[in-house]
């Protein structure tokens, strides 16, 4: 039988960085785009790859994928139809910026396959979106997002922010209200972090960020009005409506193999985590000696892929099937880990259901700090 | 050799005034080393150079001929720390002269002054020195005047020179042969003074002494004074760079003698030795029993380590006859040791030794002095550990350690100086003005109140020019209590803390707000009590962690978000849990932290 394989190509250009944001990017440049996607192509060529794997899943991230040109991104799937064994059902996400979403743009990932769209709306506050240093306004998302439904594909997802210089309860709300009126399939939704050498980072002393406190509530109350409008929390940050789960991510969180191509890229891959050569110069000085674009490779032992398995596998609403564990790893998890999972259980912050452990509702914002005891 | 051309000194001065400079340059002059062979040379441990200090007395022999006639200057060094005080009384004891080194752009410190007095009472002749006269702001005249003054000597007498640039050290060496006098021998039995004792591996204690009478030679058999024990003399030898056996040593002769002895506590610096079987009435003067001054529990932050830790304070131990230690146990720490020390600085190297060449992580507890405890029914009581402190009820009164204290200050700075004493309980005994510069403050402290963070307060009260000394003066009834610690309402042991009552409620207060910021939040809070009795006199309340999460966690971020969980985990195991509330090593110190104003 084979088994399950997510794939992910990573396209690490942008129009301009997020100012928030620290991944890997540099701005559009025609020839070293036309460079990095060749790079990419030789990549997919070669990497050591025999039918005994089912893509389930495609995602294109980045940077802004929604900035690939048409013929690049034409013969790199292609490439990977021919290479890989697809599953029928294949989920097939892009990452979009909403400036870069054109009714032609739609119609050429519609051609391509693309069957998910992943908009970064991130806000419906003009205000806040300038903030963040994102290029389009509120009234662009919507625009945007009717476009991709009317001719690529209904299977649209929205990436939110709380915790935003700047932002309110009322304002988190509006937003949330905002972007349920587009009727999307999946919302994601993530607290704003202060990440290293960002422009916010370094700029913070200018900025009033909301504190701990209110973002703990907006998060809760997100939790209850997405519900309200049936969308299902089924991950700490991760909302969708009955069946539009996002299966690539699931495939990752349920301790599942992915392969990463491009720049940047991770791997899990038979037991290994790799991590491909970050910057494009090194990527392709590295495709041109070898053939990949590896930067470090390691193999994981089974105790450290069950502890991986419980640190993302929590992260699902659903938690974690003790037999299944059982039947995985050989270990009875209540046994392994009794003493934290006892106090945990006590203390309200897991619980027990249908042989599942999962969080509880309350532990789901402090949750780093139960993870780490499984560590 | 003949004693009539041998010489004994040892060099006096403040840290950093160039004394192993001046060392070098001596060695060099008279081809012990050559130059540039070895720098200062004197020093060989790691943690004296970084400290720029010297804990442990290393003599030197050197060989020098002037006007046709040879001799030996034996220079014993001392140890630059008030800690150690009696090391260096020790070490003076056992010379016939001292040069007084002074740094001409510092002038006199404190503890310069009370080991030149220790000097002039042993009678040894003092060769004045102004040290780094090349320096710009070298106040060569103010030093000049600033010692007459003390010594009361004409000005023709004070040498002036350049130990780094090497200017007049050939002047100053001859005036080592011509000024001091050579050793003279009192009596027939052998006494020789142990100055300082040495642990080594394969040989053993390798014991520092100075031959005041008599002679010392290999088959000996030999008797400490202050233990009646016996021991047979293995090797004598010198002090070169390195160690020369020698035939025997004589009156006059300062070198080692190695005589099977396994610990340094049965060699005590200060006490004599003397032939067996012709024993000496009289033992050379000045023996003691070193007495530590400060307590602190010591706890090996991973309770594996425990035996670990037992091995390294025993094999300390064999090096240190000044550390004491008796196993303790702390419900919140768990088994550990009372260890008791001569002072801080004692402490810190031993801290830090302990981290360097043991490899163990401990947690220590606050440091506390050592109080007298009366109790009511007439019995007397010593606690070194405050949370063993007896029920008020029990106590009649508590007397705590107080020390004579001389501080030596510009006149400008004699009312920050005289605020700072009254905030810390000093009672003023004397003012002595030295000259228009400097004044000599004489006071008596508890022991508690100058314990952490006096040294600094006094520098920042003085921008740095008060310099301080002290020693053991006695024990005084004082108004004590103790204060208790608890954590989540669970009094956490090794917290407590003595205090005498007029601070009691700033100390508490302060602890509690210290507390709040060391300890880290946890799922619940966690309210921090300072406890006298029953009654509570300060709290604080760390509030419950409300975010700890990673929103956003895909492919590319599991390793990321391990490592994240691994730092979180890893700071919990390096805390002690009490009440369910992870406590950080550096916790167990925050008294030390307290605002005394």
């Given at each position: 039988?084979?088994?399950?394989?997510?794939?992910?190509?990573?396209?690490?250009?942008?129009?301009?960085?997020?100012?928030?944001?620290?991944?890997?990017?540099?701005?559009?440049?025609?020839?070293?785009?036309?460079?990095?996607?060749?790079?990419?192509?030789?990549?997919?060529?070669?990497?050591?790859?025999?039918?005994?794997?089912?893509?389930?899943?495609?995602?294109?991230?980045?940077?802004?994928?929604?900035?690939?040109?048409?013929?690049?991104?034409?013969?790199?799937?292609?490439?990977?139809?021919?290479?890989?064994?697809?599953?029928?059902?294949?989920?097939?996400?892009?990452?979009?910026?909403?400036?870069?979403?054109?009714?032609?743009?739609?119609?050429?990932?519609?051609?391509?396959?693309?069957?998910?769209?992943?908009?970064?709306?991130?806000?419906?506050?003009?205000?806040?979106?300038?903030?963040?240093?994102?290029?389009?306004?509120?009234?662009?998302?919507?625009?945007?997002?009717?476009?991709?439904?009317?001719?690529?594909?209904?299977?649209?997802?929205?990436?939110?922010?709380?915790?935003?210089?700047?932002?309110?309860?009322?304002?988190?709300?509006?937003?949330?209200?905002?972007?349920?009126?587009?009727?999307?399939?999946?919302?994601?939704?993530?607290?704003?972090?202060?990440?290293?050498?960002?422009?916010?980072?370094?700029?913070?002393?200018?900025?009033?960020?909301?504190?701990?406190?209110?973002?703990?509530?907006?998060?809760?109350?997100?939790?209850?009005?997405?519900?309200?409008?049936?969308?299902?929390?089924?991950?700490?940050?991760?909302?969708?409506?009955?069946?539009?789960?996002?299966?690539?991510?699931?495939?990752?969180?349920?301790?599942?193999?992915?392969?990463?191509?491009?720049?940047?890229?991770?791997?899990?891959?038979?037991?290994?985590?790799?991590?491909?050569?970050?910057?494009?110069?090194?990527?392709?000085?590295?495709?041109?000696?070898?053939?990949?674009?590896?930067?470090?490779?390691?193999?994981?032992?089974?105790?450290?892929?069950?502890?991986?398995?419980?640190?993302?596998?929590?992260?699902?609403?659903?938690?974690?099937?003790?037999?299944?564990?059982?039947?995985?790893?050989?270990?009875?998890?209540?046994?392994?880990?009794?003493?934290?999972i006892n106090k945990f259980l006590k203390n309200n912050y897991l619980t027990i259901e249908d042989e599942r452990l999962k969080f509880t509702s309350k532990a789901l914002f402090i949750s780093n700090s139960i993870l780490s005891e499984f560590i | 050799m003949n004693k009539d051309n041998i010489r004994n000194f040892c060099i006096i001065a403040h840290i950093d005034h160039g004394k192993s400079t001046l060392a070098d340059r001596f060695l060099e002059l008279t081809h012990t080393i050559e130059k540039g062979e070895m720098e200062q040379i004197l020093d060989d441990m790691d943690l004296e150079r970084e400290r720029g200090i010297t804990i442990k007395a290393h003599p030197i022999r050197m060989e020098y001929e002037y006007q046709d006639r040879e001799y030996i200057l034996n220079l014993i060094d001392t140890p630059g720390h008030v800690d150690f005080s009696y090391e260096v009384s020790r070490s003076i004891a056992s010379c016939e002269g001292a040069l007084l080194l002074i740094d001409a752009s510092q002038g006199i410190e404190a503890q310069t002054m009370s080991n030149l007095y220790i000097a002039m009472e042993h009678n040894l002749e003092i060769i004045p020195v102004i040290n780094k006269i090349d320096l710009k702001a070298a106040e060569v005249e103010r030093t000049r005047s600033e010692i007459i003054e003390l010594m009361g000597i004409p000005s023709a007498e004070i040498y002036e020179i350049s130990a780094k640039m090497g200017t007049n050290i050939e002047g100053l060496l001859q005036a080592i042969i011509k000024d001091i006098s050579p050793p003279i021998s009192v009596q027939e039995q052998t006494?020789?003074?142990?100055?300082?004792?040495?642990?080594?591996?394969?040989?053993?204690?390798?014991?520092?002494?100075?031959?005041?009478?008599?002679?010392?030679?290999?088959?000996?058999?030999?008797?400490?004074?202050?233990?009646?024990?016996?021991?047979?003399?293995?090797?004598?030898?010198?002090?070169?760079?390195?160690?020369?056996?020698?035939?025997?040593?004589?009156?006059?002769?300062?070198?080692?003698?190695?005589?099977?002895?396994?610990?340094?506590?049965?060699?005590?610096?200060?006490?004599?030795?003397?032939?067996?079987?012709?024993?000496?009435?009289?033992?050379?003067?000045?023996?003691?029993?070193?007495?530590?001054?400060?307590?602190?529990?010591?706890?090996?932050?991973?309770?594996?380590?425990?035996?670990?830790?037992?091995?390294?304070?025993?094999?300390?131990?064999?090096?240190?006859?000044?550390?004491?230690?008796?196993?303790?146990?702390?419900?919140?720490?768990?088994?550990?040791?009372?260890?008791?020390?001569?002072?801080?600085?004692?402490?810190?190297?031993?801290?830090?030794?302990?981290?360097?060449?043991?490899?163990?992580?401990?947690?220590?507890?606050?440091?506390?002095?050592?109080?007298?405890?009366?109790?009511?029914?007439?019995?007397?009581?010593?606690?070194?550990?405050?949370?063993?402190?007896?029920?008020?009820?029990?106590?009649?009164?508590?007397?705590?350690?107080?020390?004579?204290?001389?501080?030596?200050?510009?006149?400008?700075?004699?009312?920050?100086?005289?605020?700072?004493?009254?905030?810390?309980?000093?009672?003023?005994?004397?003012?002595?003005?030295?000259?228009?510069?400097?004044?000599?403050?004489?006071?008596?402290?508890?022991?508690?109140?100058?314990?952490?963070?006096?040294?600094?307060?006094?520098?920042?009260?003085?921008?740095?020019?008060?310099?301080?000394?002290?020693?053991?003066?006695?024990?005084?009834?004082?108004?004590?209590?103790?204060?208790?610690?608890?954590?989540?309402?669970?009094?956490?042991?090794?917290?407590?803390?003595?205090?005498?009552?007029?601070?009691?409620?700033?100390?508490?207060?302060?602890?509690?707000?210290?507390?709040?910021?060391?300890?880290?939040?946890?799922?619940?809070?966690?309210?921090?009590?300072?406890?006298?009795?029953?009654?509570?006199?300060?709290?604080?309340?760390?509030?419950?962690?409300?975010?700890?999460?990673?929103?956003?966690?895909?492919?590319?971020?599991?390793?990321?978000?391990?490592?994240?969980?691994?730092?979180?985990?890893?700071?919990?195991?390096?805390?002690?849990?009490?009440?369910?509330?992870?406590?950080?090593?550096?916790?167990?110190?925050?008294?030390?932290?307290?605002?005394?104003?």
């Open positions: 039988m084979q088994k399950k394989l997510a794939l992910y190509l990573h396209f690490p250009f942008c129009t301009k960085k997020c100012n928030y944001c620290n991944f890997y990017s540099i701005p559009y440049d025609a020839d070293l785009v036309h460079k990095y996607c060749s790079g990419l192509r030789q990549e997919i060529i070669n990497f050591p790859y025999k039918n005994d794997y089912k893509v389930i899943t495609i995602y294109l991230g980045g940077g802004s994928p929604s900035l690939i040109p048409f013929h690049e991104l034409v013969s790199t799937i292609n490439l990977i139809r021919e290479k890989f064994y697809l599953d029928k059902e294949i989920e097939f996400t892009l990452e979009a910026n909403p400036i870069h979403v054109s009714e032609s743009k739609a119609e050429n990932w519609r051609i391509t396959g693309v069957n998910r769209i992943s908009m970064g709306a991130q806000s419906f506050n003009d205000g806040e979106l300038s903030k963040l240093g994102r290029l389009h306004s509120s009234t662009e998302i919507g625009i945007a997002a009717n476009k991709i439904k009317e001719i690529c594909c209904n299977n649209i997802s929205l990436d939110l922010m709380y915790g935003i210089p700047g932002q309110t309860m009322k304002s988190w709300l509006n937003s949330l209200q905002k972007a349920i009126k587009l009727s999307p399939k999946h919302i994601s939704s993530y607290c704003l972090k202060l990440e290293k050498e960002t422009f916010l980072a370094e700029n913070k002393a200018k900025y009033n960020f909301p504190d701990e406190e209110l973002e703990r509530k907006m998060y809760y109350k997100m939790i209850s009005e997405l519900q309200k409008k049936d969308y299902e929390q089924y991950e700490i940050s991760n909302f969708g409506k009955k069946s539009y789960y996002s299966r690539h991510n699931t495939h990752i969180w349920e301790g599942g193999e992915y392969v990463g191509l491009g720049a940047a890229a991770h791997s899990f891959y038979k037991m290994q985590r790799i991590r491909n050569k970050s910057d494009i110069k090194s990527y392709l000085n590295k495709l041109k000696e070898t053939n990949n674009g590896i930067d470090k490779k390691r193999k994981i032992s089974t105790q450290e892929f069950m502890v991986d398995k419980i640190m993302l596998g929590l992260r699902l609403n659903k938690g974690i099937s003790l037999p299944k564990f059982h039947a995985e790893f050989g270990i009875d998890l209540l046994d392994k880990f009794g003493e934290q | 006494r020789a003074l142990i100055f300082d004792s040495i642990y080594n591996q394969y040989r053993g204690v390798i014991i520092h002494v100075r031959i005041f009478d008599g002679e010392l030679k290999r088959g000996d058999k030999i008797q400490f004074c202050s233990t009646g024990k016996n021991f047979e003399i293995e090797d004598t030898g010198h002090f070169g760079i390195e160690m020369q056996p020698c035939e025997k040593l004589s009156t006059g002769d300062v070198g080692y003698i190695i005589a099977g002895v396994k610990e340094v506590r049965q060699a005590k610096v200060g006490d004599t030795v003397t032939l067996a079987k012709n024993p000496t009435k009289t033992p050379l003067p000045g023996f003691k029993n070193p007495k530590p001054m400060v307590y602190s529990g010591i706890y090996p932050l991973d309770k594996d380590d425990y035996n670990n830790l037992r091995d390294a304070l025993a094999k300390f131990q064999l090096n240190d006859t000044s550390l004491i230690y008796e196993p303790e146990t702390s419900a919140v720490l768990g088994f550990g040791f009372r260890c008791g020390f001569l002072g801080m600085l004692h402490l810190e190297i031993f801290k830090e030794r302990l981290e360097r060449e043991y490899g163990l992580a401990i947690i220590s507890t606050a440091p506390s002095v050592e109080f007298k405890v009366h109790l009511n029914n007439g019995k007397e009581k010593l606690i070194d550990n405050p949370s063993q402190l007896p029920d008020p009820g029990e106590i009649e009164h508590i007397e705590e350690p107080i020390m004579d204290c001389e501080i030596l200050v510009p006149p400008d700075y004699i009312g920050n100086i005289m605020q700072l004493a009254h905030d810390r309980r000093g009672i003023q005994k004397n003012l002595e003005t030295i000259d228009e510069y400097r004044v000599s403050i004489h006071y008596e402290f508890p022991l508690l109140e100058i314990l952490y963070d006096f040294y600094d307060k006094l520098k920042s009260v003085s921008r740095g020019y008060a310099s301080f000394d002290y020693s053991f003066h006695g024990y005084r009834a004082s108004k004590l209590k103790k204060i208790d610690i608890l954590v989540n309402k669970e009094k956490v042991d090794a917290m407590s803390f003595i205090v005498h009552e007029d601070k009691a409620y700033t100390w508490a207060k302060s602890i509690t707000e210290k507390l709040k910021e060391i300890i880290p939040r946890h799922l619940f809070s966690v309210p921090i009590q300072a406890a006298d009795g029953k009654r509570v006199i300060a709290r604080s309340t760390i509030k419950a962690l409300r975010k700890n999460v990673t929103a956003k966690c895909y492919g590319g971020d599991i390793t990321r978000k391990r490592k994240l969980l691994e730092r979180q985990k890893r700071g919990k195991k390096r805390m002690r849990e009490t009440g369910e509330v992870n406590i950080p090593q550096e916790a167990f110190l925050a008294v030390l932290k307290v605002d005394r104003s």
